[in-house]
């Protein structure tokens, strides 16, 4: 049994997916974070937040990386951690800082650091020939500009600094580039209290569905688990809508953006300690990165891929956070593909009704996985990034990549039912 520090969570699936983990390998874990309330309102009435479950909860700045340091030292002469890890892209470097510092297991500080900045992500790769989108990073307008004419409209308009896609747009001129640059200007500090970079990225507008290459890195080695496709909407904004594994690709394709992934991981250096969600773009000119993310993938592709394969990739998190070698052995579970489809509101107002044309016994349909629905009464706004939506379908095949269709289908008749004034 080992003793690992979580320094905060995302609130969504992997704070609970992470904590089960945890406890099904047989860990203890302390939690820390600097507000607790953030998990208390989180948490289904009713029920305790499972993060909140751990051996001990503690409160501390989490921001201030200089006075956390020699907190946490303290805190493991006391407590004895194994292992530090989180699930929140804004505590990725603290952690790695953390783990440094400790002398435990985990990616490089500089490499965590450079993943985290969507920029400093461009620079690298880059300097290493990974293919990516011709792209700018300024703060002054009329740098930015500039750069917008070199590359041409249309193009995306992008912070350096945060995550879901917030704030993300493709801009088609001058006028709409102002109107991105203002929104973000409007939003200086982030979700967790952290005052945001002022730069913005600018990048060319590529072409081609976008996937996801999951991997795990332990002892400089990384291993493809695989690749995940995904669906998007919300235009001007860029929001997921839905995600099939595995990826309905040729073969071609799929070793493509592999490859592209693995190129991505080296360069950046995080060939060690990491569970990695790579996003891909299959252009007509070759595979582009996206963006790397050193941690498991959100929006519930973990658990597509633990449906398909039986690979539990917040266990093999927690392993490698550890120093440990993961199991990433295959099993048979039945299903050939896994989906999932979120319910993403196109108008701001207030649910009035989810019922006209919801299939009947929605979790009792065959092949039907997880269903999570709102209730009526529910404020909503028009999704502008992945932080928006109502719900979500998922849905199996045992036969082959027909899962997409089956929760495609089943969220037609939801959204059909939806009623928002």
Known sequence: MAHLLVVESWVGSMSRLLPRALREAGHEFTFLT?????????????????????????????????????????????????????????????????????????????AVEHACRKDATRRVLAAAAVPGPRFAVHEEWADLTRAAAEIGYPLVAKPVDLCAGMFVRRVDDEAELAAAVRALADFPVNARGQRRAPAVLLEELLDGPEVSVETVSHAGAVQVVGVTDKSVGGAPAFVETGHMFPAALTPADTEAAEQTALHALKALGLTDGVVAHTEIKLTSAGPRVVEVNPRPAGNRITELVRH??????????????????????????????????????????????LDADRPP???????????????????????GSNNEYLGHVMTGDPDGLGARERAETLLAGLRAGLVIR
């Open 308 to 353: 398909v394969t039986g690979i539990d990739l917040a266990a093999a998190f927690v392993d490698v956070s550890l120093g440990r070698a993961p199991d990433l052995r295959r099993t048979d579970t039945g299903l050939r593909s896994a989906a999932i489809g979120f319910l993403v509101p196109e108008t701001t107002g207030t649910l009035q009704t």
């Open 34 to 110: 600097r507000d607790l309330h953030h998990y208390l309102r989180s948490a289904p009435e009713g029920t305790a937040h499972p993060l909140l479950g751990a051996r001990n909860v503690l409160t501390a700045d989490t921001n201030d990386i200089e006075t956390l340091l020699p907190y946490v030292e303290r805190l493991h002469g006391l407590l004895a951690f194994d292992g530090v890890l989180t699930s929140c892209d804004y505590y990725l470097p603290a952690v790695a800082r953390i783990a440094a510092h400790l002398g435990l297991p985990g990616p490089g500080a500089e």
């Open 361 to 383: 016994h929605l979790p009792d349909t065959p092949h039907v996985l997880e269903v999570q629905l709102p209730e009526p009464g529910r404020t909503v706004r028009a999704a």
